[in-house]
């Protein structure tokens, strides 16, 4: 998960009672795999004391900073939200690193074109009943 981060910046009182997200989410920070992943990640962690509700802010590779309010969001939640968008940079880097332009542009009569269909024969679909019921013991 941290490979795709520069930084995170966790808030919370540890007096409030809803700091349950932002304390999971530390962990998973702390976690060994975590630190390998991208040991140059900054973990930073900001103690209040004042109301302010927990709040978890990172900074993705590209610079783009996301904040979520820790209060409403699970750490589980936050984390998949950062390997769906980690997957979309590493999609991103690999069209640019191929020369070809991002993001990709599809012409609008692509979008609406139905997929050409497929027709199996029946002599295919009888010689694959025959494969696999004879693979798994049934006889006709």
Do not use: Y
């Not at 795709?4 to 920070?29: G, K, W, Y």
């Not at 976690?31 to 900001?46: G, H």
């Amino acid at each position: 998960m941290l490979k795709f981060l520069s930084r995170v910046r966790i808030e919370f009182n540890a007096l409030d009672p809803r700091t349950a997200s932002c304390m999971e989410f530390l962990a998973q920070c702390n976690a060994r795999k975590a630190k390998e992943s991208n040991a140059a990640c900054q973990v930073q962690v900001k103690r209040r004391t004042d109301d302010h509700p927990p709040q978890i802010t990172v900074t993705f590779v590209n610079g783009v900073e996301e904040v979520f309010d820790a209060t409403s969001t699970p750490a589980q939640t936050i984390r998949n939200m950062i390997l769906e968008k980690g997957q979309l940079l590493e999609t991103e880097q690999m069209f640019r690193e191929a020369g070809e332009a991002w993001p990709v542009m599809i012409p609008e009569e692509e979008l609406h074109q139905t997929a050409p269909g497929t027709k199996v024969r029946s002599s295919s679909l009888s010689l694959l009943r025959f494969v696999c019921c004879h693979s798994f013991g049934f006889v006709f």
